[in-house]
Structure formats: C-alpha cells, structure tokens
Nanobody, 117 residues
Framework: QVQLVESGGGLVQPGGSLRLSCAASGTIFRLASMSWYRRAPGKQRELVATVTSSNSTNYADSVKGRFTISRDNAKNTVYLRMNSLKPEDTAVYYC???????????WGQGTQVTVSS
C-alpha cells in the first residue's frame, strides 16, 4: 500500500518561495511517475508538474519558470520548489504517485499553500 506524506506548505507573501516535500513508502519509488496537483477554492484540480521515472519533467504553463519539480530516489521523496509565488498560486497541493506498470494512482492528504500579504 502506497503512502504519501506531504509537508512544507504555509503562508507566504507574494514574491516569496516555498518548497513542498512528499515522502513515499510502500512503493518501488524509482519506477513511479510523481506529480503535484493543486485545487484552488471553487476551481477544479489542476496538474502542476510531473517528474517521470526517467527524470523527465513537465509543467503547467501557469508555473513554468517559477516552479521546479525534482525527485530523490534514495529518499523516496519528490519536491516542488516554488518561487515568485503569486496570490493565484493559493491552493491545496497534492502529491500524486502513479504506478507506471498498472496505472494505479495514489494521493497524499494535501498541504495548504496561501500566498497573501
């Protein structure tokens, strides 16, 4: 059973930075595709960034150049570095684990990011 534990959210001023972490257990982490999603109040869930098992990355247009996703397979952890944060980045951020063999998805509990002065 895959378990994902996110951390690193909080309140930050516009222009500030945060780093989210997601620690995984119960998985062969290096074989998984890992993503960050977010859901803002009143909006649908949005894919923010993905890092594949081969370390390829892709980003939503709204965060390109500001956010960086990375993974540390030795620590079974995926990160999301968020710079130049804007109020519209305010959302609950969720870690997603996708088993590339079965297609099964698992989710973390979410961590709140609030960008406000």
């Amino acid at each position: 059973q895959v378990q994902l534990v996110e951390s690193g959210g909080g309140l930050v001023q516009p222009g500030g930075s945060l780093r989210l972490s997601c620690a995984a257990s119960g998985t062969i982490f290096r074989l998984a595709s890992m993503s960050w999603y977010r859901r803002a109040p009143g909006k649908q869930r949005e894919l923010v960034a993905t890092v594949t098992s081969s370390n390829s990355t892709n980003y939503a247009d709204s965060v390109k150049g500001r956010f960086t996703i990375s993974r540390d397979n030795a620590k079974n952890t995926v990160y999301l570095r968020m710079n130049s944060l804007k109020p519209e980045d305010t959302a609950v951020y969720y870690c997603n684990h996708r088993n590339i063999r079965t297609g099964e998805n698992d989710w973390g509990q979410g961590t709140q990011v609030t960008v406000s002065s």
